[in-house]
């Protein structure tokens, strides 16, 4: 969910005044992947990068995330969706941390569309957390080397249960992953809009899927 910043500034206004547009353009997008019948949808909120932002933007953020986790409960109730958040937990303020609880929770029997937040995850620091994982359990003798496949890493990593995503949407233009899914993108189609956040809407999405659905998708075999 990128360009909230430029968005403002193109406005004479605030970064957070382009956050809180941003915060306000996910219901449509919730709700429409919810009607599509769609599977997953995962938003990449703050990253484990997003920390060398100044104290003032930083905490305007974590507000925006505990606010919205109460203004949408409806929204998740509405459309049966099953709220999920992929980070560490290690430096997120507690009200967050109560307000992502209390949301995974509140939706854990919702069988609809799962909607998970990404929120001080880094796929660096997954992949990390995936490995120290894995070897404490070789250490214990519970797993062997040899055992350790594709499935055992998939399994360790936030995102286990998760189906890899089929389309990664990014918006504003940049053409770079930024520390995003590194593993789970493997096969993913790429769609770059030059659209910011705060201005995608339910149309710019449908633009997105109908250009995944003119992909011919070959996972390195041949068609
Ligand atoms: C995305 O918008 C929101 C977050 C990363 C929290 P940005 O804040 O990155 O907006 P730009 O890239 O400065 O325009
Ligand atoms: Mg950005």
């Not at 890899?164 to 593993?183: K, V």
Request: proline letters at 3%; aromatic letters at 10%.
């Amino acid at each position: 969910m990128d360009g909230n910043g430029r968005w403002a500034q193109a406005r004479g206004r605030d970064r957070s005044y382009g956050h809180k547009a941003g915060a306000e353009v996910v219901r449509p997008v919730v709700t429409e992947c919810s009607n599509l019948g769609l599977e997953a949808l995962t938003l990449y909120a703050f990253s484990t990068e997003n920390w060398t932002r100044s104290n003032e933007e930083v905490s305007t953020l974590m507000d925006l995330y505990v606010m919205y986790l109460e203004s949408e409960r409806q929204l998740f109730f509405d459309n049966n969706v099953r709220f999920n958040q992929i980070g560490r937990r290690d430096g997120l303020p507690p009200e967050v941390l109560d307000a992502l609880d209390r949301m995974k929770e509140d939706t854990a029997k919702h069988d609809g569309l799962t909607m998970t937040l990404a929120l001080n995850y880094g796929s660096r620091a997954e992949i990390t957390d995936a490995v120290r994982a894995i070897a404490r359990k070789t250490a214990e003798g519970a797993l062997a080397p040899g055992q350790i496949d594709e499935q055992t890493i998939a399994s360790h990593l936030y995102t286990a249960g998760l189906p890899d995503p089929d389309l990664l949407i990014r918006t504003a233009g940049e053409m770079r992953l930024s520390n995003y899914l590194l593993w789970q993108l493997s096969y993913a189609e790429f769609y770059v809009t030059d659209v910011c956040w705060p201005e995608f809407t339910v149309e710019e999405l449908h633009k997105a899927l109908s250009a995944f659905k003119g992909r011919t998708r070959r996972f390195g075999g041949v068609v």
